[in-house]
């Protein structure tokens, strides 16, 4: 293997035309200096210089090698750059672990701004449920996680994870708009016996979220569809197949004919980012700063959707000032920063005329309805 300080001997004697003022460049001896060139001779098995009158002057292999060599220091100093600044500059690898409801409302418009701010940043995003995110976030496989807390179902959240809310929103029951329900103000969950059910795959937290409100209502869910994402899900509500359990920043991919019913009791969403306090590398910080003006990027939300101003949060993680993970949350209270999270809440829309007959009826509401089902 060549040596490096050698490889650099040679790179001087090409710059500086000379053994003797390669020698000062270097602040060695010219004898130290030869002794370096003798010894990159044997290990390359080339002469890589040849007498030139007093001096010396490459030949073809040390030109080639010459060439090799000073490509080499370049390297190594902005590695040794690089180096320096990584305790300011963001740069390199930003490894995110997702669900994938944020990844399609928060992420885009955030990773758009951090690379455009800092262009040598290389995040990647990981799309899975918190139940596999979480570990990998401890074993260090990923350096941030964008995550659901539901309100019924609040995480119990390992040692040594922090997070912080960064959305609140309000969860609505999706119901064709000719469904006999659908025109109530709020909805009991404890009225939703033998309607069928649009969710997530087993073990995502929605899914979870669902079943554990339904059978609190002492209600056995009839999950037929196995859909991943919401608007898939609401495309089965609009065609009065099932009725899907759907977090407000999902309400405007509605098609025509869905309705968004407020629950009773309230359903809550949080979307929070979780890293590891103590560990936060630039582009983590960068991102967690990023990911605070959330709100800001969300717009406009559509029909029946508004944003409240969120209270400041500071630009990086302090992990004394971070919500602490709890071993035994109270599974009645939404999971909360003291930042302030963004409340994503809905007015009730406006009612409107049912249609005779509804696809989206169990059979004791066709029986109810009598003559009005065809």
């Given amino acids: 293997m060549i040596n490096l300080e050698r490889l650099r001997a040679l790179a001087a004697v090409d710059t500086h035309g000379s053994i003797a003022r390669a020698a000062r460049a270097l602040h060695i001896t010219p004898s130290g200096m030869s002794q370096q060139l003798s010894k990159l001779e044997r290990e390359c098995g080339h002469r890589l210089t040849e ?8 030949t073809h292999a040390g030109r080639v090698l010459a060439e090799h060599a000073a490509a080499v220091m370049a390297q190594l100093a902005a590695a040794e750059d690089d180096l320096a600044a990584l305790d300011d500059e963001v740069l390199g690898p930003l490894r995110i672990g997702a669900v994938g409801s944020a990844i399609r409302t928060l992420l885009p418009a955030t990773l758009a701004a951090l690379t455009t701010r800092h262009p040598r940043l290389a995040p990647t995003v990981r799309d899975g449920e918190v139940a596999e995110l979480l570990p990998a976030l401890l074993r260090g496989d990923l350096d941030l996680l964008l995550i659901e807390n539901w309100s019924n179902r609040p995480w119990r959240l390992p040692e040594g994870v922090a997070v912080r809310t960064l959305v609140t929103e309000e969860a609505r029951v999706a119901l064709h708009e000719a469904h006999p329900l659908g025109d109530r103000p709020v909805l009991r969950l404890a009225d939703l016996d033998g309607v069928a059910w649009a969710a997530c795959p087993p073990g995502a937290e929605p899914r979870e979220a669902l079943v554990q409100a339904l059978r609190t209502c002492g209600i056995e869910p009839d999950l037929r569809y196995s859909i991943s994402d919401h608007a898939t899900q609401l495309t ?27 629950t009773d009791p309230p359903l809550r969403r949080d979307v929070q980012a979780a890293w590891r306090p103590g560990t936060e590398t630039p582009p983590v910080r960068a991102c967690l700063d990023a990911l605070a003006h959330v709100p800001d990027r969300l717009g406009d939300l559509g029909p029946g959707l508004s944003t409240e101003p969120a209270q400041s949060e500071p630009a990086r993680p302090d992990p004394a000032q971070s919500e602490p993970a709890q071993s035994e949350p109270e599974p009645s209270e939404p999971h909360t920063e003291s930042a302030g999270p963004t409340d994503l809440a809905a007015s009730t829309p406006p009612a409107q005329p049912h249609p005779p007959h509804s696809p989206n009826l169990t059979a004791t509401e066709n029986r109810t309805r009598g003559s009005d089902v065809g």
């Avoid at 009158?53 to 490459?58: C, E, H, P, T, W």
């Fill in 51 to 58: 007498p030139e009158g007093r001096s010396v002057r490459l």
């Fill in 236 to 262: 089965l509500v609009a065609a009065g197949l099932s009725a899907a359990l759907v977090p407000a920043t999902a309400w405007r991919q509605a098609p025509p004919g869905v309705r968004f019913l407020p």
